[in-house]
């Protein structure tokens, strides 16, 4: 693919391989050449779809290279162990931008795209992103893709190739309203279908017993039906390495597309609805955000993929001429949360039925190969399948699970004699009353390690939850903090702090995080601190401006972002963020000319869709907004900002421009959170709770740089246990009093007092989040917050010393603890001429 090229600047002939090349001028020739032969047009009639596609072809090209070589090596060199992350959802975001910033060709890019006559930002602009997840378990699969890669760790995403995401989400009358998320729809030029990798899975039927050739009694699984999946790659390159990672999606067909027999005999229908029926499991992904509903369609879903990924990583090791009792030499497979912990009865399945190993050297070979993250101590997230289902989707999962039970309880029964309760409580299979399959069971006692997300987190798992697995299991388990990637987060999304840095402290920093403690001394340092402060007035401006567009809310650049993004929840509080602003309201209605310090409120996040109260409380924001931002009296000093759709694109607007970060939770709720770090990685302040990953970041940042409020996780269960009176408070503190009171007057709701009752009576009878107990001090520590705003120089100071001290959190860090402690896996570096 050799060709001449004359649209260099030197006006000399060069040589330039439109497949590989990297300088502008091959790009322009590579973007020109996929116009034609991909869309089948010239530049001149071309649409910015077109050109999108033009542009991510021509990178995915490049990336190709790179992938291919990765895994022909890696593949072979039997001394090398891939990671594999089994997630139900990743949540990738714009493939087009990160990839551009990888190879290290940004400018390049956009400076062929310009010359072209195309405007790069539209380009850009132009991507549907993959939504294929729901929040923060989704988001952080995606960063782990990202530093795997760039640290050059061999490893290899599954999941399942949805083809509707996560909904997109608009706002009707105030109302939160779900249309489908219709991504596919114009053409994904970042993946590959592999149908030569497809492979089958089987669902229902019922098991047997057969003699093989010499005689051996084994059992088989004779199923009902049978579905096809096919492997959709999408290349994951590193950040300035030569290695390449793929994440390897399922979509599932029809074993035949149509099925002849039954035509044949007239039914017609029936044919037709198999296919369907097939189609649906990688249909749309469950919009449920930590709540486990017991659907069918999602058990299929959990064992379509990991049936899938298991056989495609076993059909890889054999390939090679690994053993089937070595399958854990090559794979380490982590479980990202219990969706794909039936993989653990379906090794065992390959293992046993497939490969034919007796079971106690395939029960070894499986407890080697897996790990388990739990991201949740919602006891309404657990999951746990009713028996009948289970047995009627699974029968020969089902069965394994049963002698993996078994002997488990055996083991267990040995060690405590006395104790039937332990046995209970540790059983896979829960009798109380109906019968179900435990997942984190299967998956505690499947697994060589635990892992909880941040410290809190799993010291609260260990103490409570799997409490009994640490009585078991002592030394399986791990804490691991959460990481966010500062390719996407920073040098894409923030390219103005990204500049700054670099000029300040050299260009290696998203590499090595940590190198931002160089910055430190500038915190210090007036010029410094005036160009920090402009690029946050940009991103500030720039975001006002998208407001302004899509809402028709006019905000001031200059007043402080207070930001809450994050799937709405009751234990995240959003509430409690309104009366913190009903407050300020009421403050200003009985005294206007109080001294306020302006502050937009932004509010961004999607609700589950069956969840009641979430989407009262997107009600409840936008009603409040309506209220103040009309409001004469408040004069513009407060506005409520209430934004539609929150994704990864919307949210590399927001991290950037924020002032203030919300990390509100209850003490004890919130796993980790990993919103918390990119806000305070693009220099804006928290105010939290000691819940999660706030502990871990306060602690880096400096508690003087951190708005610390609210009950610890043991001072919450105290509260609880000692009769906790929510009324009590309400009745003592008039501010909340009032607030409470307003909320039920009919202002907000066109004169409907029972509108918000549902929100009220809640807090009022019962406080399970406990806001009422945690309001007083969160308006204190709101004050303190205003006060500190005043001092602009102060408060840049600490913004600096944020983002200085924030390495810890890259998710280069949190991959470097898996491969260490965990897999025991080392970088492969691949080299390209
Ligand atoms: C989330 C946790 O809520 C969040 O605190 C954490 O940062 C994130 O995982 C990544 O670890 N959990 C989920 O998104 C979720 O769906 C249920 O959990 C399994």
Same mark, same amino acid.
Request: net charge negative; glycine share 6%; with cysteine.
């Given at each position: 693919?050799?060709?001449?090229?004359?649209?260099?600047?030197?006006?000399?002939?060069?040589?330039?391989?439109?497949?590989?090349?990297?300088?502008?001028?091959?790009?322009?020739?590579? &973007?020109?050449?996929?116009?034609?032969?991909?869309?089948?047009?010239?530049?001149?009639?071309?649409?910015?779809?077109?050109?999108?596609?033009?542009?991510?072809?021509?990178?995915? =090209?490049?990336?190709?290279?790179?992938?291919?070589?990765?895994?022909?090596?890696?593949?072979?060199?039997?001394?090398?162990?891939?990671?594999?992350?089994?997630?139900?959802?990743?949540?990738?975001?714009?493939?087009?931008?990160?990839?551009?910033?990888?190879?290290?060709?940004?400018?390049?890019?956009?400076?062929?795209?310009?010359?072209?006559?195309?405007?790069?930002?539209?380009?850009?602009?132009?991507?549907?992103?993959?939504?294929?997840?729901?929040?923060?378990?989704?988001?952080?699969?995606?960063?782990?893709?990202?530093?795997?890669?760039?640290?050059?760790?061999?490893?290899?995403?599954?999941?399942?190739?949805?083809?509707?995401?996560?909904? =997109?989400?608009?706002?009707?009358?105030?109302?939160?309203?779900?249309?489908?998320?219709?991504?596919?729809?114009?053409?994904?030029?970042?993946?590959?279908?592999?149908?030569?990798?497809?492979?089958?899975?089987?669902?229902?039927?019922?098991?047997?017993?057969?003699?093989?050739?010499?005689?051996?009694?084994?059992?088989?699984?004779?199923?009902?039906?049978?579905?096809?999946?096919?492997?959709?790659?999408?290349?994951?390159?590193?950040?300035?390495?030569?290695?390449?990672?793929?994440?390897? #999606?399922?979509?599932?067909?029809?074993?035949?597309?149509?099925?002849?027999?039954?035509?044949?005999?007239?039914?017609? *229908?029936?044919?037709?609805?198999?296919?369907?029926?097939?189609?649906?499991?990688?249909? &749309?992904?469950?919009?449920?955000?930590?709540?486990?509903?017991?659907?069918?369609?999602? #058990?299929?879903?959990?064992?379509?993929?990991?049936?899938?990924? #298991?056989?495609?990583?076993?059909?890889?090791?054999?390939?090679?001429?690994?053993?089937?009792?070595?399958?854990?030499?090559?794979?380490?497979?982590?479980?990202?949360?219990?969706?794909?912990?039936?993989?653990?009865?379906?090794?065992?399945?390959?293992?046993?039925?497939?490969?034919?190993?007796?079971? $106690?050297?395939?029960?070894?070979?499986?407890?080697?190969?897996?790990?388990?993250?739990?991201?949740?101590?919602?006891?309404?997230?657990?999951? $746990?399948?009713?028996?009948?289902?289970?047995?009627?989707?699974?029968?020969?999962?089902?069965?394994?699970? *049963?002698?993996?039970?078994?002997?488990?309880?055996?083991?267990?029964?040995?060690?405590?004699?006395?104790?039937?309760?332990?046995?209970?409580?540790?059983?896979?299979?829960?009798?109380?009353?109906?019968? *179900?399959?435990?997942?984190?069971?299967?998956?505690?006692?499947?697994?060589?390690?635990?892992?909880?997300?941040?410290?809190?987190?799993?010291?609260?798992?260990?103490?409570?939850?799997?409490?009994?697995?640490?009585?078991?299991?002592?030394?399986?388990?791990?804490?691991?903090?959460?990481?966010?990637?500062?390719?996407?987060?920073?040098?894409?999304?923030?390219?103005?702090?990204?500049? #700054?840095?670099?000029?300040?402290?050299?260009?290696?920093?998203?590499?090595?995080?940590?190198?931002?403690?160089?910055?430190?001394?500038?915190? *210090?340092?007036?010029?410094?601190?005036?160009?920090?402060?402009?690029?946050?007035?940009?991103?500030?401006?720039?975001?006002?401006?998208?407001?302004?567009?899509?809402?028709?809310?006019?905000?001031?650049?200059?007043?402080?972002?207070?930001?809450?993004?994050?799937?709405?929840?009751?234990?995240?509080?959003?509430?409690?963020?309104?009366?913190?602003?009903?407050?300020?309201?009421?403050?200003?209605?009985?005294?206007?000319?109080?001294?306020?310090?302006?502050?937009?409120?932004?509010?961004?996040?999607?609700?589950?869709?069956?969840?009641?109260?979430?989407?009262?409380?997107?009600?409840? %924001?936008?009603?409040?907004?309506?209220?103040?931002?009309?409001?004469?009296?408040?004069?513009?000093?407060?506005?409520?900002?209430?934004?539609?759709?929150?994704?990864?694109?919307?949210?590399?607007? %927001?991290?950037?421009?924020?002032?203030?970060?919300?990390?509100?939770?209850?003490?004890?709720?919130?796993?980790?959170?990993?919103?918390?770090?990119?806000?305070?990685?693009?220099?804006?302040?928290?105010?939290?709770?000691?819940?999660?990953?706030?502990?871990?970041?306060?602690?880096?940042?400096?508690?003087?740089?951190?708005?610390?409020?609210?009950?610890?996780?043991?001072?919450?269960?105290?509260?609880?246990?000692?009769?906790?009176?929510?009324?009590?408070?309400?009745?003592?503190?008039?501010?909340?009093?009032?607030?409470?009171?307003?909320?039920?007057?009919?202002?907000?709701?066109?004169?409907?007092?029972?509108?918000?009752?549902?929100?009220?009576?809640?807090?009022?009878?019962?406080?399970?989040?406990?806001?009422?107990?945690?309001?007083?001090?969160?308006?204190?520590?709101?004050?303190?917050?205003?006060?500190?705003?005043?001092?602009?120089?102060?408060?840049?100071?600490?913004?600096?010393?944020?983002?200085?001290?924030?390495?810890?959190?890259?998710?280069?860090?949190?991959?470097?603890?898996?491969?260490?402690? %965990?897999?025991?896996?080392?970088?492969?570096?691949?080299? %390209?001429?």
């Amino acid at each position: 693919f050799l060709i001449n090229n004359q649209g260099l600047e030197s006006g000399k002939m060069k040589m330039c391989n439109i497949r590989t090349g990297l300088d502008k001028a091959c790009l322009k020739e590579a &973007i020109i050449d996929h116009l034609f032969y991909k869309q089948g047009c010239e530049p001149e009639g071309a649409s910015i779809n077109d050109v999108y596609l033009a542009v991510s072809y021509a990178l995915r =090209d490049r990336l190709l290279h790179h992938g291919l070589k990765t895994f022909d090596a890696v593949l072979e060199d039997e001394d090398i162990r891939l990671v594999s992350y089994l997630s139900a959802e990743f949540l990738m975001g714009p493939q087009l931008g990160a990839n551009l910033i990888d190879l290290n060709i940004f400018d390049e890019m956009r400076q062929a795209v310009t010359e072209l006559g195309f405007d790069f930002k539209l380009v850009l602009e132009q991507e549907e992103e993959p939504g294929l997840g729901n929040g923060g378990l989704g988001r952080l699969a995606s960063c782990y893709m990202d530093s795997l890669a760039s640290l050059e760790i061999p490893a290899i995403g599954y999941g399942i190739r949805y083809e509707f995401g996560i909904f =997109d989400q608009e706002i009707k009358d105030g109302w939160q309203v779900e249309i489908t998320d219709k991504w596919l729809r114009y053409g994904n030029p970042w993946e590959i279908a592999r149908p030569e990798s497809s492979v089958n899975v089987y669902f229902g039927g019922y098991t047997e017993q057969y003699s093989n050739e010499i005689g051996k009694v084994l059992r088989r699984w004779v199923p009902s039906y049978v579905v096809k999946g096919i492997p959709y790659d999408t290349s994951e390159m590193g950040y300035k390495v030569a290695s390449c990672n793929f994440l390897r #999606l399922w979509k599932s067909e029809a074993i035949e597309s149509f099925d002849f027999s039954s035509f044949n005999h007239g039914d017609y *229908y029936k044919a037709v609805m198999d296919k369907i029926e097939s189609e649906n499991i990688s249909k &749309i992904l469950y919009p449920n955000d930590e709540l486990y509903v017991g659907k069918q369609l999602r #058990l299929k879903q959990q064992y379509f993929f990991s049936s899938c990924s #298991l056989q495609d990583m076993m059909r890889m090791h054999l390939e090679n001429q690994g053993k089937p009792q070595d399958f854990h030499k090559k794979w380490a497979i982590q479980l990202n949360d219990t969706h794909p912990a039936i993989s653990v009865a379906e090794l065992m399945r390959i293992l046993l039925d497939e490969c034919k190993l007796d079971w $106690k050297t395939a029960w070894e070979t499986t407890q080697q190969t897996f790990s388990y993250t739990n991201h949740t101590l919602l006891p309404e997230a657990l999951e $746990k399948w009713p028996l009948d289902l289970f047995k009627a989707l699974l029968p020969r999962l089902l069965e394994i699970i *049963y002698e993996i039970n078994y002997r488990f309880l055996e083991e267990v029964k040995r060690r405590f004699p006395e104790d039937n309760n332990i046995l209970s409580r540790l059983s896979l299979i829960e009798e109380t009353g109906s019968s *179900y399959v435990r997942m984190a069971n299967l998956a505690c006692v499947g697994s060589y390690a635990i892992n909880g997300v941040a410290s809190l987190h799993t010291e609260l798992l260990k103490k409570n939850i799997l409490n009994d697995w640490v009585s078991m299991y002592p030394d399986k388990f791990y804490n691991i903090t959460n990481g966010i990637t500062p390719r996407r987060f920073v040098v894409l999304s923030n390219p103005g702090l990204s500049k #700054l840095i670099t000029k300040n402290i050299g260009d290696t920093w998203p590499q090595y995080l940590n190198e931002l403690k160089k910055l430190e001394p500038f915190a *210090y340092d007036a010029n410094f601190k005036e160009q920090f402060r402009q690029v946050k007035i940009e991103n500030k401006r720039i975001l006002s401006s998208v407001i302004k567009d899509r809402i028709g809310i006019v905000v001031n650049p200059s007043s402080m972002f207070d930001v809450q993004v994050k799937r709405i929840h009751e234990y995240k509080r959003q509430h409690l963020n309104v009366l913190h602003i009903l407050t300020l309201y009421l403050r200003i209605k009985s005294n206007p000319d109080i001294e306020i310090q302006p502050r937009t409120f932004i509010f961004w996040g999607k609700a589950a869709p069956g969840y009641f109260m979430a989407k009262l409380l997107i009600k409840l %924001i936008n009603s409040v907004g309506n209220l103040v931002n009309n409001d004469f009296d408040v004069r513009d000093r407060i506005k409520v900002v209430f934004f539609p759709d929150f994704n990864v694109k919307n949210a590399q607007l %927001i991290y950037p421009a924020a002032d203030l970060s919300e990390q509100i939770s209850t003490s004890g709720k919130e796993a980790s959170g990993t919103g918390n770090m990119k806000f305070a990685l693009n220099g804006a302040l928290t105010i939290g709770t000691l819940d999660g990953a706030n502990i871990e970041i306060r602690e880096e940042v400096g508690y003087e740089n951190f708005f610390l409020f609210g009950l610890t996780a043991s001072q919450v269960i105290e509260v609880k246990q000692n009769n906790y009176d929510p009324r009590f408070i309400y009745e003592n503190n008039m501010e909340l009093n009032a607030v409470i009171k307003f909320i039920n007057s009919g202002i907000l709701s066109n004169g409907d007092r029972n509108l918000f009752k549902p929100i009220t009576d809640n807090l009022l009878y019962g406080d399970p989040y406990l806001l009422l107990a945690d309001y007083p001090l969160y308006i204190s520590c709101q004050d303190i917050v205003a006060e500190t705003w005043k001092d602009k120089d102060k408060w840049n100071t600490m913004a600096v010393l944020n983002v200085a001290r924030m390495g810890k959190f890259s998710s280069d860090r949190s991959i470097n603890d898996y491969c260490e402690n %965990i897999w025991k896996v080392k970088p492969f570096k691949l080299k %390209i001429e």
